[in-house]
């Protein structure tokens, strides 16, 4: 057997406690052997992790990887004016080599602010599939689907490549890559679409994944056109079930939570994102507290602007307390959990708890550092003061994808100047 240990760290295990132990890892299998103290000196491989907090590989819910390329392109504008205006003119013209560029500079930020699995929704899908293959992640992929401004052939081709995607490539990168059937959202995708769209890739057992309630220029026409809520809507459409997963959530009122919990679809907190664009609070706490699977996402690069998991989780925090108008909401627990398990459970990808048999997927934190002294509580630092940039080693699937802050599996280098040239060109066409 393989085997990678882990060695000389403080361990998070899933009840939120911290513990002084090595893990001892299957690397043949990518699963957890042993979390336990002096663990086999002699594995095949071992990472330092005294002074450091081994914590689960951190699970991006809901991102758009190759948007790296239009990070500070268009700021400052709300969501339907940034789509419009800037963002979709831009992606029309986005090559396949461009996507591949722009997921490879992703995927080295992620892995470098310890994500280890994400989930996404973009075009080109096949692009950023070869580049999750080769930086050693996890990944849910899938082509999203706009029908809005189409004509029918063309609706039902992008439906037919969702389709085809969401087969072709479940399973892929030696079982890593897992496939949804991605409608972008209940406003964008023409109802006579979405019921067909939905009830196929279910038949299939492909899980369906969308933005929903994101703000109020979208919920308003759907409840002023139908009479309705939009999630009582997507229930119509049959889009909430438990293996679906929605991102934002952001206006949701106390009806659709219920829906959500009995459903069991997960929802995709997206904190940095509703801020910038203005979308709202999510009410987080009160999701929580209904039992929704909550799990947290950075959305793309060009609404955040970047893809740093701790970010995240200190956003939640801070916008979850403010909705609730309550300090004790959405504490660290919370988002740490939101940001691991959480996440895992949404998107039913493997990973998001240290523990034995489990999946390989961990992230090595450096605690030496004057922003993260003294260790009065790991959980806190966390969910409050750790940085993407405090993350030392990566690991996913028990293969080791960085090792001493140095990215193994994809060359930084190479990935920024790839993407640097990538939106130099696509600045002249556009
Ligand atoms: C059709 S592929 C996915 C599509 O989604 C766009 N997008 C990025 N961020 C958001 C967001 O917050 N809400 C809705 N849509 C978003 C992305 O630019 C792609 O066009
Ligand atoms: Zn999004």
């Known amino acids: 057997m393989n085997t990678l240990r882990i060695a000389g760290g403080q361990v998070l295990r899933p009840d939120a406690t911290v513990e002084d132990a090595d893990v001892l890892v299957d690397r043949d299998e990518g699963t957890i052997l042993d979390i336990g103290a002096d663990l086999d000196a002699d594995a095949d491989e071992t990472l330092d992790a005294e002074g450091c907090l081994v914590t689960p590989g951190l699970v991006n819910a809901h991102c758009h990887v190759a948007m790296t390329l239009l990070r500070g392109y268009a700021d400052d504008k709300p969501l339907d004016a940034w789509l419009r205006e800037d963002i979709w003119p831009a992606e029309a013209a986005l090559t396949p080599e461009d996507v591949r560029a722009g997921a490879e500079l992703g995927?080295?930020?992620?892995?470098?602010?310890?994500?280890?699995?994400?989930?996404?929704?973009?075009?080109?899908?096949?692009?950023?599939?070869?580049?999750v293959d080769e930086a050693g992640l996890r990944a849910r992929l899938g082509h999203g689907v706009v029908t809005l401004g189409k004509d029918d052939a063309d609706a039902r081709a992008d439906i037919d490549e969702s389709l085809d995607v969401a087969r072709e490539f479940d399973g892929a990168a030696d079982g890593r890559i897992r496939t949804a059937a991605m409608p972008h959202s209940l406003t964008t995708v023409a109802e006579e679409y979405l019921r067909e769209f939905v009830a196929d890739a279910h038949a299939e057992g492909i899980p369906v994944h969308y933005h929903a309630n994101e703000t109020t220029d979208e919920v308003d026409p759907i409840v002023d056109e139908r009479g309705e809520r939009p999630l009582s809507y997507a229930k119509e459409l049959g889009m909430l079930t438990g293996d679906d997963f929605l991102a934002h959530g952001v206006h949701v009122d106390d009806a659709e939570i219920d829906l959500l919990a009995e459903a069991g679809t997960g929802v995709v907190h997206c904190p940095a994102s509703n801020m910038k664009l203005a979308s709202g609070m999510a009410p987080v706490q009160k999701l929580l507290d209904a039992g929704v699977t909550v799990g947290l996402g950075t959305d793309?690069?060009?609404?955040?602007?970047?893809?740093?998991?701790?970010?995240?989780?200190?956003?939640a925090a801070m916008l979850g307390k403010l909705a609730a108008d309550d300090a004790s909401a959405v504490a660290a627990p919370d988002v740490v959990r939101m940001a691991t398990a959480g996440s895992a459970a949404a998107v039913d990808l493997p990973g998001g708890a240290l523990e034995v048999g489990g999946a390989a997927d961990l992230a090595v934190v450096d605690l030496d550092a004057p922003h993260l002294a003294p260790a009065n509580d790991l959980v806190s630092h966390l969910a409050y003061a750790a940085r993407g940039s405090d993350v030392r080693h990566t690991v996913c699937d028990g293969r080791v994808l960085m090792r001493d802050r140095e990215v193994l599996t994809l060359e930084e280098d190479a990935a920024m100047a790839r993407a640097r040239e990538a939106i130099a060109s696509l600045r002249e066409r556009v």
């Open 300 to 315: 793309g690069a060009a609404s955040n602007n970047d893809l740093d998991m701790f970010d995240e989780m200190r956003d």
């Open 107 to 131: 995927l080295v930020e992620m892995i470098k602010s310890g994500t280890t699995a994400f989930a996404d929704m973009y075009f080109h899908v096949p692009e950023i599939a070869a580049a």
